[in-house]
């Protein structure tokens, strides 16, 4: 399955800002690593998906989500950057537009309005993005939906996920980026904020991190 979302990612949220017991959603849940992992841990969750790829994955709309206003303690969400990978056939799917085109932070827009509704107030969004690099033009993905999510959540950090096993690591990448003078794209952005309240996320000590139960 395209896209998969490492699952050492998810699992560090989770021990981060969640506890057991508590409900994590992924409004783009793809091939179901954040239902693995929070089963793993302890943590209930829900998926959704406009091409699931688990059986506990449901099909449904990101912008559109089944659930009470205030009633997630965290959403995880690798949303796509742009069009360049083709997720699905359904005319649903945020990622057949280009990032090139403004529609498509128009529609992302929508799913953080979503996130913001369903999310207790001081609890958490992770959202993984990268940037774009498309027939000699790159856009900032990341930069974009950044300076949208301030709209609806206060920062708390940004991290730089390095790309392990991508399609750019491949000898063809590598000749492209030489002959059209670009970098290639190494990391994605690990974008952390929270629904604001006027109370900090809990600082409270956690247990000890695992690094290499997920690689």
Same mark, same amino acid.
């Given at each position: 399955?395209?896209?998969?979302?490492?699952?050492?990612?998810?699992?560090?949220?989770?021990?981060?800002?969640?506890?057991?017991?508590?409900?994590?959603?992924?409004?783009?849940?793809?091939?179901?690593?954040?239902?693995?992992?929070?089963?793993?841990?302890?943590?209930?969750?829900?998926?959704?998906?406009?091409?699931?790829?688990?059986?506990?994955?449901?099909?449904?709309?990101?912008?559109?989500?089944?659930?009470?206003?205030?009633?997630?303690?965290?959403?995880?969400?690798?949303?796509?950057?742009?069009?360049?990978?083709?997720?699905?056939?359904?005319?649903?799917?945020?990622?057949?537009?280009?990032?090139?085109?403004?529609?498509?932070?128009?529609?992302?827009?929508?799913?953080?309005?979503?996130?913001?509704?369903?999310?207790?107030?001081? =609890?958490?969004?992770?959202? %993984?993005? +990268?940037?774009?690099?498309?027939?000699?033009?790159?856009? *900032?993905? $990341?930069? #974009? &939906?950044?300076?949208?999510?301030?709209?609806?959540?206060?920062?708390?950090?940004?991290?730089?996920?390095?790309?392990?096993?991508?399609?750019?690591?491949?000898?063809?990448?590598?000749?492209?980026?030489? =002959?059209?003078?670009?970098? %290639?794209? +190494?990391?994605?952005?690990?974008?952390?904020?929270?629904? *604001?309240? $006027?109370? #900090? &996320?809990?600082?409270?000590?956690?247990?000890?991190?695992?690094?290499?139960?997920?690689?």
């Amino acid at each position: 399955f395209q896209g998969v979302t490492p699952a050492f990612i998810i699992y560090n949220l989770v021990q981060r800002y969640t506890k057991p017991g508590d409900l994590v959603v992924d409004p783009m849940a793809g091939s179901g690593t954040t239902i693995d992992v929070c089963e793993e841990e302890g943590r209930k969750a829900v998926g959704y998906d406009v091409n699931p790829q688990h059986p506990k994955v449901k099909y449904n709309d990101s912008r559109k989500m089944p659930l009470d206003n205030n009633s997630v303690d965290m959403v995880f969400i690798d949303s796509p950057y742009g069009d360049n990978v083709n997720y699905s056939n359904d005319p649903a799917d945020i990622g057949k537009i280009s990032a090139e085109d403004e529609n498509f932070y128009i529609e992302l827009e929508k799913v953080a309005k979503e996130i913001n509704r369903i999310l207790k107030p001081g =609890k958490v969004i992770g959202w %993984l993005i +990268g940037d774009q690099w498309v027939k000699r033009k790159f856009t *900032p993905v $990341g930069f #974009k &939906v950044y300076s949208m999510l301030e709209k609806y959540f206060e920062p708390i950090d940004v991290i730089s996920v390095a790309r392990r096993g991508q399609s750019s690591h491949t000898g063809v990448w590598h000749y492209r980026a030489k =002959k059209f003078n670009f970098f %290639l794209r +190494g990391f994605k952005y690990l974008l952390i904020m929270k629904k *604001p309240i $006027g109370t #900090k &996320v809990s600082t409270e000590p956690r247990p000890k991190i695992n690094w290499k139960k997920y690689k």
